[in-house]
């Protein structure tokens, strides 16, 4: 439940920028093109193009599917197709997120800021949920 609850808070978070602003989509460390689209009023920046796939619309849907599979992998709703590959690529992505920042601060602390470091941790933790939530969650249903 709370993998879900990070999920849908990402993908809110996300939409926010929308609304927000530039300042928002650069607080959310958003590639240059995205805030540049965002100060232009461009619909590269909410819709997302060819040239830019990762629109902010695009990757809060893909967070919201996320939400919904840790739903699922918690019973909350019903079983949505390719559900333990999808939570073990879910929790395989999240987890190497988190580590791919971790291990650069770690090697060049310059690089990271306060917001890239707490957001490595959110997501190696939310992978974590993910993985053991459920393993947990398998193993008490098979028991009933």
């Known amino acids: ?21 530039p300042a928002c989509y650069a607080a959310q ?3 240059p093109q995205i805030i540049e689209s965002a100060k232009q009023g461009t619909l590269l920046a909410p819709l997302g193009t060819l040239l830019a796939p990762l629109g902010t619309t695009f990757v809060s849907a ?11 992998g918690a019973k909350v709703i019903r079983k949505l197709p390719l559900l333990t590959f999808g939570i073990y690529a879910i929790a395989t992505l999240c987890i190497i997120r988190g580590l791919l920042a971790l291990q650069l601060w770690v090697r060049k602390p310059e690089l990271v800021t306060d ?13 974590l949920l993910y993985l053991v939530g459920y393993k947990v969650t398998q193993r008490a249903h098979a028991k009933h």
Do not use: E, N, Q, R
């Open 1 to 21: 439940m709370i993998a879900a609850l990070v999920a849908f808070g990402t993908a809110i978070a996300h939409m926010s920028c929308i609304a927000l602003g």
């Open 29 to 31: 460390m958003a590639p």
């Open 62 to 72: 893909i967070f919201v599917l996320l939400g919904l599979y840790a739903l699922s």
């Open 115 to 127: 917001f890239a470091l707490l957001a490595a941790w959110v997501w190696l933790i939310t992978g």
